[in-house]
């Protein structure tokens, strides 16, 4: 297949573009490169080191011989641009990752509220509509999120998708309907991802698009099979406080001998997937699309669940390093129960890594091998949820005054 890659350059984006690649699909990343002004504008950088988006697609042909096609299009600003593109190309099928994708990056100020909203609700509106528009059947596989569903307390499992309801009607009978299950975002970044579902439903219905929403848990590790295959195709690995992962910030801050940091008591439970899986996941979806008129197909994309104090106490056990329990910045329930439902991956053939058996490799390869690339300053989560909640924030975990942590 010939498949575009939106955000290709980004986490997830480019093991994506690689398996896929391996694969022997002819890939084209549309990027516009955000992430990596991201990471100027907050002065971080991934823990490991990564090379322009030109230079990986280099090594990727000369370690292969496959070429993977990069084009500077922003899916947001640039509507005509990737009209353009769209015409002249004629994808078989388009995978979407092109969003701001941390919660805490878009909760940080007004304008960051702004800049995630527009410009991940424009990336997906605009995509639709130019599909629509061109005639383009490529099926779309979109990255969407577990956290769609709010983290309720209920006790039943969350379903793909959708939620069977039985309605009383005006005649005493009771009609039954499965509606999308109802959405409960816990951040702006969250809710973006609910205005897409919207949007997805809208197309499929209106005009026949054949769409996958994938809800994808916490997505934790680094490497993949293909990743692995040069120094120079590594992936990135994020540790800051914005866009640094649960468990990835505990990896890293076990290797540097920075206490783990538990927001409020760690009750918190989440959905986990390894990002080899992730990417696995995704050609299984690109494999089954959904038939034209059907409605979205969706799948929830995780493979464990998990409780925060759990994992630290486990990363803490093996490696010694300390536990602290911070002021929560987030506004969220403080202990949730998770049980999801995942059997669409699992029929199609999908057989997890766990944690278990996947997490000491992790610290031994990355995490210690990159710890002298840490700054320890960019490590405290400092965005809040509300304005009261940004003046309980604890800007040092360690006990010292961070020189600067602006
Ligand atoms: O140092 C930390 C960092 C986080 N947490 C807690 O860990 C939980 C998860 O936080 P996270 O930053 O790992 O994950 P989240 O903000 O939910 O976002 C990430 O995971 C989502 C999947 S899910 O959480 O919605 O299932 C994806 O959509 C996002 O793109 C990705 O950044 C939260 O309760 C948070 O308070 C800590 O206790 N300590």
Known sequence: MKIAVMGGDGFIGWPTSLHLSDAGHEIHILDNLSRRWIDTELGVQSLT?????????RIWHAETGRRIHFHLIDLARDYELLKKWLSEHRPDAIVHFAEQRAAPYSMKSDRHKNYTVNNNVNATHNLLNALVDLNLDAHLVHLGTMGVYGYSTIGAAIPEGYLPVGIETTDGRTASQEILYPANPGSIYH??????????????????LRITDLHQGIVWGTHTEQTRRHEQLINRFDYDGDYGTVLNRFLIQAAIG?????????????????????????????????????????????????????????????????????PNPRKEAPENDLIVKNDKFLDLGLAPITLEAGLLGEIVDVAKKYA??????????ISAWTKDLAATVNHDPEGKRLKSVS
């Not at 809710?191 to 026949?208: I, P, R, S």
């Not at 050609?283 to 197909?297: C, F």
């Not at 799948?299 to 010694?320: K, P």
């Not at 690339?373 to 490590?379: G, H, I, L, W």
């Open 372 to 381: 002298y690339r840490v700054d320890r300053s960019r490590v405290p989560a």
């Open 49 to 57: 080191p990564m090379d322009s988006i030109q230079e990986r697609t």
């Open 258 to 326: 920075y206490p783990l940091t538990v927001h409020g008591t760690g009750g918190q439970t989440r959905a986990f997937i390894h990002i080899q899986d992730s990417v696995r996941c995704i050609e299984l979806a690109l494999k089954n699309p959904p038939v034209r008129g059907a409605r979205v197909e969706i799948f929830n994309q995780m493979t464990e669940t998990h409780r925060v104090r759990d994992l630290a106490d486990m990363i803490a056990r093996m490696s010694g390093a300390e536990v602290v329990r911070l």
């Open 191 to 208: 809710m973006t991802k609910c205005l897409d579902q919207l949007l997805f439903q809208f197309y499929a219905k209106n005009d026949g």
